[in-house]
Nanobody, 123 residues
Framework: QVRVVESGGGLVQPGGSLRLSCAAS????????MGWFRQAPGKEREGISC????????IYADSVKGRFTLSRDNAKNTVYLQMNSLKPEDTAVYYC????????????????WGRGTQVTVSS
């Protein structure tokens, strides 16, 4: 069966960095695309960085563009989210997900989800 497991969350001070990892199994990178989402207290889940099925390009939300970077290791079926210059507004539960077909970073297009990892940015 398909499994998606994210890790790497924790507590970090403003301006600091974290790298999240997402290990996937049960499918290949040729058949699925991966994305990162987050949900802050009192807010709906939002897409922050996703791979598009149209051309393989990486989409970033405006709120994280220039600070976050998605990378991948296809041989290991693993994707990463490098988060730099973290702000208190980045505090949220971060989720990794896989989609059979997705052109935009919309949660309803994703089929398999990890359980989430908490990221807290605070002094």
């Amino acid at each position: 069966q398909v499994r998606v497991v994210e890790s790497g969350g924790g507590l970090v001070q403003p301006g600091g960095s974290l790298r999240l990892s997402c290990a996937a199994s049960g499918f290949t990178s040729d058949n699925y695309v991966m994305g990162w989402f987050r949900q802050a207290p009192g807010k709906e889940r939002e897409g922050i960085s996703c791979i598009s099925s149209s051309d393989g390009s990486i989409i970033y939300a405006d709120s994280v563009k220039g600070r976050f970077t998605l990378s991948r290791d296809n041989a290991k079926n693993t994707v990463y989210l490098q988060m730099n210059s973290l702000k208190p507004e980045d505090t949220a539960v971060y989720y990794c997900a896989a989609s059979r077909m997705s052109y935009y970073c919309s949660s309803w297009t994703y089929d398999y989800w990890g359980r989430g990892t908490q990221v807290t940015v605070s002094s």
